[in-house]
């Protein structure tokens, strides 16, 4: 139970929120849209933060949050999922 209340998860999942609403806001037309893209953005951000973590790099980090790679991978795949119309 540690893991839900660590200050990193919590910080992950705000910004992948955020991403997934102003995403939402710019391009989405329904709610069923919003829940998808937020799910994506939530898997996109976690991907990014594991490929930060896998090549080592320490760009722009917040703690243990490597926000660069993170919002890069996140935003990639909120297009892909425009992109496919999934």
């Not at 839900?4 to 991403?19: G, I, K, T």
């Not at 919002?71 to 297009?79: G, K, R, T």
Request: with cysteine; aromatic share 12%; net charge neutral.
């Amino acid at each position: 139970m540690d893991i839900l209340r660590s200050p990193p998860l919590a910080l992950s999942l705000v910004l992948s929120s955020l991403y997934a609403g102003l995403f939402h806001l710019i391009w989405g037309q329904s709610w069923g849209e919003f829940l998808l893209y937020w799910i994506t953005a939530i898997v996109g951000f976690g991907l990014g933060q594991a490929t930060g973590n896998a090549m080592g790099l320490n760009i722009l980090m917040v703690g243990q949050v490597h926000l660069l790679e993170a919002s890069l991978v996140c935003w990639a795949a909120l297009f892909i999922a425009k992109w496919l119309k999934v």
